[in-house]
């Protein structure tokens, strides 16, 4: 069984951990709840940071043609620069970060579909923009795992999210080793995972671990790291996975009789339709390679990403949701 290193994530304190929404009250999250045995979390309220305290009057962020402030209508406040101030000195302080889950459309917090103003005291909203605090983390670590808890709650978005984070987490413990071996270890290992994400910047990152210009270890560990944040970008298409799946059913091509191929090939028509999940025929795949002890394929973290603990199925899919005909 694949042993997985301990990511560190920064969470919005107000998801599962703290009272410390601007109401009072706490967002419940099963996702975040069910990581907290599987990463170390750092939770942080930028709001109550800056002295805003719980309850306290909402804030929003306001444009115009002096640029994008964040403001409290009610005390007429602007603490823009008070969030970005802290947000700069508090990730100054993260001396290991793996991610980040913050909170959905939070004027400090939100990603990306936080609401726009035009001024404090109007009503609608004029467009979206990025959190006060997250556009820090973007600026300080770009390529890194940001999600917010809103879009956790869709399965592809947190299964990249996952892959990314547990991925970026055990390379760390690679480049710190400066050990060229552990390196080609990782790669190797991790190669049907970044074929599935891209196939031209998998052999790219193949040439980088030659190291055919005999670079010194740390800049080869530099160099390798960002191809592996483009690798990891965007979530593999499932015509990329089907690919990924047929190359390592090769692995047993001669071991199989007709009916084994034809049942495999039928799990991968189904998930081509969109009938079931990848897990169907990964699941295959993951018995042929404990029966006939394949090696190669054994390690691969195409089939693991992530603890198994944290797949997820939506319960009224199975047979151990809840009873439909009570």
């Not at 609401?115 to 390529?143: M, N, Q």
């Not at 090769?250 to 999940?277: M, T």
């Amino acid at each position: 069984m694949r042993s997985f290193v301990t990511p560190t994530v920064v969470v919005s304190k107000c998801i599962e951990f703290d009272n410390c929404r601007w109401n009072g009250k706490i967002i419940a999250s099963h996702i975040v709840n069910q990581l907290k045995g599987f990463v170390h979390f750092i939770p942080v309220c930028p709001e109550m940071e800056i002295g805003l305290g719980v309850p306290r009057d909402a804030i929003r962020i306001v444009g115009g043609k002096a640029g994008e402030h964040l403001v409290q209508p009610a005390t007429g406040r602007d603490v823009s620069d008070d969030m970005t101030l802290f947000a700069d000195s508090f990730l100054d302080t993260l001396r290991h970060v793996d991610g980040f889950i913050l909170r959905n459309k939070s004027p400090s917090c939100g990603m990306k579909d936080v609401r726009l103003y035009a001024g404090p005291d109007t009503g609608g909203s004029i467009g979206k923009t990025e959190g006060f605090f997250s556009r820090s983390v973007f600026a300080r670590f770009p390529g890194m795992p940001v999600e917010d808890d809103g879009r956790l709650r869709n399965m592809r978005i947190r299964d990249h999210f996952l892959t990314r984070l547990y991925t970026f987490s055990e390379f760390k413990t690679v480049q710190a080793s400066e050990r060229m071996n552990e390196l080609v270890r990782f790669h190797s290992e991790n190669k049907l995972m970044l074929m599935a994400h891209s196939q031209k910047l998998q052999k790219e990152m193949g040439r980088t671990v030659a190291n055919q210009n005999r670079l010194e270890p740390v800049m080869v560990m530099e160099q390798y790291k960002e191809q592996l944040a483009r690798a990891l970008a965007q979530a593999p298409r499932y015509t990329a996975n089907i690919n990924v799946l047929l190359h390592a059913s090769g692995y047993f091509r001669d071991g199989l009789n007709h009916e084994e191929k034809a049942f495999f090939l039928d799990a991968i028509q189904k998930y081509r339709e969109g009938r079931v999940s990848i897990c169907a025929p990964k699941n295959i795949l993951k018995a042929w390679i404990v029966r006939f002890g394949e090696e190669n394929l054994n390690n691969q973290t195409f089939f693991a990403p992530y603890p198994d603990q944290l797949m997820e199925l939506d319960p009224l899919d199975m047979d151990r949701g809840r009873d439909l005909w009570t």
